[in-house]
DNA sequence: TAATTCTCGATATAAATTTCTCGATAGACG
DNA sequence: CGTCTATCGAGAAATTTATATCGAGAATTA
């Protein structure tokens, strides 16, 4: 129950299975090689992206082993290409659509990311039930009444359903959502979202970060009073 | 290099080590049975648990057990004294004292988070560059200037550093808040902090987690078509 | 042109995590 | 009061993930 991988069929047919561990650093090794490629460098080795990034040169091998590129030995990968390839294996080349519902203090504040759109999503309106939000705009995007979400996604065909609304209202947006068609949600709400199983859910839980930041600081005190 | 393990004392004084994964989990299983407390639930099992968050209910043991509670045969956990365990374990019930960096859409976001307070921080002022910020508060937090941030860190016993500041700034302000003395770093900027290893930092990247979206989206489609 | 060095790619090893299996015990029920 | 069922707790197995090792090929240098 909810393996922690994707499977996708690879270039020659077959299918990978990619752990999520990769799927988090790819976008690091990305970052990376950009910032490499502005800086006017044409080469990148996977010893390179480790020593960069604090992580070990082979699991970065490993890790862009999954797009499919292949290297050259002593040179390494060409930047241009490393990058083009993580792009293309996460999807980022081919933007999906998406609408955010619950346009509070964070829902405005995603709506500003306009980067998003480098990574393959597009948020083309947002939703609230606050009459006094809808029909305004917000960083450029429209803000709609809730009513008609469903019957929009449908329409419109949008993959990806964000949600920025209080848990409360959560699994009910997230069920009109679902009666659209989205395919996956991105849920910034800090609760458990029940949906079918073949719905890509991403939970995005500050709470639970801080949960971990928290414990590591206290047992960190208490190593160094023991 | 950088495993995801926690250390802590535990009960008896012997040490434990504890996953990210189950980090990650234990705050999931405390929001549920504080729900279950407020519906008027005195007792709740693994099975229980398991089922509401669709994970395996061993795993929930597991992951339970770290926090040092016993529980019963037939009966599991008595509700308060879980949650309980939970939060002690996670170092909520010892409130720790922060400083977010950064007052854009996204820190003033997390300056309106006044529940991180019940997840063991608490933001006492807010900083940033910006001279029409600085003096005014959001949220009820002091906007100061950046230049006071290491002498305040260190004079207040600041515990946590968050940032929220573009990639641009983030490795300067991460370096202010170390000089300062901070233990633990919440980084919200999409960029790899250099820090020293005994630092404890938490990337909050949401581009990587996009791209884990993404990634699943693009290869469900595919997985479809072939 | 040959030696050297660096890095990829594949294989093997180790570690961690999740899952499974087995008693043991407490509550429910007749 | 005895039987039955559900659940904990602990240990073992299976799966995943990360790390280390080795050989081969390409660029640099002498």
Known sequence: MGKDVAELSGGGGERRVVSEATLRR????????????????TGVSCT??????????????????????????????????????????LGWDSAKEGFLVGVGS?????????????????????FDTDPAKVGKRIHGKYVLALEGLPKLVRRMHI?????????????????????????????FAPTHL???????VRNE???CSLAAL????????KGMKG
Chains 1, 2 share one sequence.
């Open 26 to 41: 790819l976008p690091l090794y990305h970052r990376y090689i950009k910032e490499l490629g502005q800086a006017g460098a």
């Open 159 to 187: 993959a990806i359903g964000i949600i920025t609304v209080p848990v409360g209202a959560a699994q009910e947006v997230a069920d009109l959502l679902v009666e659209g068609g989205v395919r996956a949600i991105w849920n």
């Open 48 to 89: 390179k992206i480790g020593g960069a990034l604090s992580l070990d040169p082979t699991q970065v091998r490993k890790d862009v082993e999954v797009t499919g590129i292949v290297g050259r030995p002593k040179t390494g990968y060409e930047v241009g290409e490393l990058a083009a390839a993580i792009e293309h294996f």
């Open 106 to 126: 964070l829902g405005a504040a995603l709506l500003g990311y306009h980067k998003f759109a480098e990574y393959g999503l597009e948020i083309v309106a947002a």
């Open 194 to 200: 029940n949906v079918a199983p073949e719905m890509i």
């Open 205 to 207: 839980d500050l709470y």
């Open 214 to 221: 928290s414990q590591k600081l206290r047992a960190n005190v």
